[in-house]
């Protein structure tokens, strides 16, 4: 969607271009048998989940959930963990697409990159869209300057509804549900 574009909810989020890996069957059908394609990095952004995309039209996710991670941040390998469960065990919505985004390297502040975004998702035996963020694009979304950090973004028009720092997932939770709901 056209801007004007934003940082905090209300606003329409940029089409920001990351590299990472994804299930190239998950943008158009769901699936029980999700496995990420590492053999080479692809070009990923908010785009990518749009349900206006017409490349495909079949596209049925609601809600887009970005957590801003750093390689460093031992809370956000176990909330990514933990995500990664609910995943597995099909505790989240299948309305809603779940985006991991290493925005730090292995330092504050240090730039992320392909192999530890690969060595990141062995870790936490990721099976969501991943990507690395070369620029740090995402840092200027925070409310904060601390780890980790969730948004969640209305695919239908690309508007953030939910911009926060912080690991408590209960709060995400309800606002998926809100969201979900029509509340």
């Not at 530890?116 to 925070?142: C, E, H, I, M, N």
């Not at 300057?145 to 720092?165: E, H, Q």
């Not at 209960?170 to 606002?175: E, F, L, R």
Request: hydrophobic share 35%; net charge positive; glycine share 8%.
């Amino acid at each position: 969607p056209c801007g004007p574009y934003g940082k905090k909810a209300g606003d329409v989020l940029a089409n920001h271009q990351f590299n990472g890996y994804a299930d190239p069957k998950d943008a158009c059908k769901d699936h029980k048998d999700k496995k990420l394609d590492m053999s080479k990095s692809v070009p990923l952004s908010p785009k990518t989940f749009y349900q206006g995309d017409k490349s495909c039209p079949s596209k049925k996710k609601k809600l887009l959930w970005i957590l801003g991670s750093a390689g460093w941040c031992g809370i956000c390998i176990k909330e990514v963990k933990t995500i990664q469960a609910a995943l597995s065990a099909n505790q989240l919505s299948k309305d809603v697409v779940f985006w991991n985004v290493l925005v730090d390297g292995k330092t504050v502040s240090g730039p992320p990159s392909d192999a530890l975004l690969q060595s990141w998702l062995t870790t936490v035996s990721g099976t969501f869209p991943a990507a690395y963020d070369l620029k740090r694009v995402l840092a200027g979304y925070f409310t904060a300057s601390y780890f980790p950090f969730n948004m969640l973004v209305d695919l239908s028009n690309m508007k953030i509804i939910y911009a926060k720092n912080g690991d408590k997932v209960a709060p995400i939770g309800t606002k998926i549900q809100q969201f979900l709901s029509g509340q």
